[in-house]
T-cell receptor, first 115, second 119 residues
Framework: EAGVVQSPRYKIIEKKQPVAFWCNPI?????LYWYRQNLGQGPELLIR????????DSQLPKDRFSAERLKGVDSTLKIQPAELGDSAVYLC?????????????FGPGTRLTVL | AQKITQTQPGMFVQEKEAVTLDCTYD???????LFWYKQPSSGEMIFLIY??????QNATEGRYSLNFQKARKSANLVISASQLGDSAMYFC????????????????FGQGTILTVHP
């Protein structure tokens, strides 16, 4: 079974440029998560989708971040414009459902460097 | 609100020895789950073990066991017979259910502990 797929793995951009990350979850997983992991810290949730509906985006900086999951499968996270403080690893995860006991499977992440 | 505290920034262990990684949590949720993940230098998060707040027995998965002490709000990970490949960052995380029975969905992570296994 294929795991969570993310691309690109690495991205280097200059500040004020736009950037987009793509995620394809495990087949059959209804719940998709985007986390941001700053250096030396644990991941923090940006947004959670149940199928195509964003059900928790309270931590998403909506002035510059946007996300979509149009057909309830793969998802795109966008930053426009990027700032120096956006340098981090962006992790996508999926689970069958968002129940307490359902394990979340993580992708390899996209490491973003903003210069 | 949920909070996870991992007080050990780094731990060292000799190969084949056992090691305990500490995790304490704080929550007012009536029900919750506790998870441990391993993150090697390559970056992916690997699920290790899960403990439900109402589980009567401590969880075990191969060389991993979770020492769950609900009254003390601790969920320490024990790795037996350490291997060189165990060297990585380890994260404790939790996910809760509110009084209405709805899962918050997201995982709340601690700061992590870097484990180094010496030959």
């Amino acid at each position: 079974e294929a795991g969570v797929v993310q691309s690109p793995r690495y991205k280097i951009i200059e500040k004020k440029q736009p950037v987009a990350f793509w995620c394809n979850p495990i087949s059959g997983h209804n719940t998709l998560y985007w986390y941001r992991q700053n250096l030396g810290q644990g991941p923090e949730l940006l947004i959670r989708y149940e199928n195509e509906e964003a059900v928790d985006d309270s931590q998403l900086p909506k002035d510059r971040f946007s996300a979509e999951r149009l057909k309830g499968v793969d998802s795109t996270l966008k930053i426009q414009p990027a700032e120096l403080g956006d340098s981090a690893v962006y992790l996508c995860a999926s689970s069958i459902r968002a129940n307490t006991y359902n394990e979340q499977f993580f992708g390899p992440g996209t490491r973003l460097t903003v210069l | 609100a949920q909070k996870i505290t991992q007080t050990q920034p780094g731990m060292f262990v000799q190969e084949k020895e056992a090691v305990t990684l500490d995790c304490t949590y704080d929550t007012s949720d009536p029900s919750y789950g506790l998870f441990w993940y391993k993150q090697p230098s390559s970056g992916e998060m690997i699920f290790l073990i899960y403990q439900g707040s109402y589980d009567q027995q401590n969880a075990t998965e191969g060389r991993y066991s979770l020492n769950f002490q609900k009254a003390r709000k601790s969920a320490n990970l024990v790795i037996s017979a350490s291997q060189l490949g165990d060297s990585a960052m380890y994260f404790c995380a939790m996910r809760g259910v509110n009084a209405g029975g709805t899962s918050y969905g997201k995982l709340t992570f601690g700061q992590g502990t870097i484990l180094t296994v010496h030959p």
